[in-house]
């Protein structure tokens, strides 16, 4: 009788663990090709096809209504009327560390500060952060060169100019779309 039980418990196991293996390779291949890290749910993982004329053309499947679109495989932010206009559009560098995709809000502001590079930055719209690091837009006042800093960066740098318009554009509150 011992035997038996032995037997079926040593089953059980094996099945469970069967199971779990092919529940875990499922999930893996839902995983995106990028990692991310935010307590935020994320939005539609796959990137959305973009216009081959136009790539500075707002992607489709970006939200509805006014918002700032940031293209996380694009390094480009799209301001958005709530007509659905693109009011203006540029490229971005980002920090060291991305937003998961998914739908923020502007979160903080302060016009000037230091940023975590040692850089001094202004006009910077904070939506989110990431294990104590914000998330966010940012103008360095000057060129900062090669930063020589190891510390996770989450500013999301653009031109002065863009950075004026940005500020003017994305109070708080103003919704903030990442995609892909």
Do not use: C
Request: proline fraction near 7%; glycine fraction near 8%; aromatic fraction near 6%.
């Amino acid at each position: 009788m011992a035997t038996s039980n032995a037997a079926f418990v040593t089953a059980l196991t094996t099945a469970a663990v069967a199971t779990v293996g092919f529940l875990a390779y499922q999930a893996s291949a839902t995983v995106p090709t990028r990692a991310h890290t935010s307590g935020t749910p994320a939005a539609a993982t796959s990137k959305a096809p973009r216009d081959e004329r136009n790539p500075a053309a707002l992607p489709p499947g970006s939200g509805a209504g006014e918002r700032v679109v940031y293209s996380l495989d694009d390094n480009r932010v799209w301001l958005v009327n709530a007509d659905d206009k693109v009011s203006r559009t540029f490229e971005v560098v980002p920090g060291t560390i991305d937003p998961a995709p998914g739908v923020y809000v502007v979160t903080s502001r302060s016009n000037s500060v230091t940023g975590t590079d040692g850089t001094p930055i202004e006009h910077v719209v904070r939506f989110t952060s990431i294990d104590g690091v914000a998330i966010g837009f940012s103008a360095a006042v000057r060129d900062p060169g090669t930063p020589a800093t190891t510390v996770p960066t989450g500013g999301i740098r653009e031109s002065r100019e863009d950075g004026d318009a940005m500020w003017a554009f994305a109070t708080i509150g103003a919704k903030v779309a990442v995609i892909h």
